[in-house]
């Protein structure tokens, strides 16, 4: 059983996450502020500025500035960079 709940990688936030939110966050990816539940990142940045619920971003910057809009998933590399609050998209690059 692992009772961590971030790891660090040269002194950063590598990867964290919660139980109680949902949250999983790889790759100095996520926010400290995220508020939201049920979000899945990986990927340096994706979702840096995220409070919303139920994103999957995957790749650098995916869903960079992200804020309100949920059930978003961002595949690539800076996939749904500027979606702020747009909900219900899908991309791939």
Not at 44 to 50: F, K, M
């Given at each position: 059983m692992v009772s961590a709940s971030g790891y660090n990688l040269g002194g950063s936030?590598?990867?964290t996450?919660?139980?109680?939110?949902g949250n999983a966050y790889v790759?100095?990816?996520g926010s400290a502020a995220d508020s939201g539940?049920?979000?899945t990142s990986v990927g340096?940045?994706?979702?840096?500025?995220?409070t919303a619920n139920y994103n999957t971003a995957s790749g650098v910057e995916a869903l960079y500035?992200?804020?309100?809009g949920s059930y978003n998933t961002a595949s690539g590399?800076?996939?749904l960079y500027y979606n702020k609050t747009g909900t219900l998209n899908t991309a791939i690059q």
């Open positions: 936030l590598f990867a996450g919660s139980t109680s939110s790759g100095f990816s539940l049920d979000n340096y940045e994706s979702l840096a500025s995220n500035y992200n804020t309100t590399i800076g996939s």
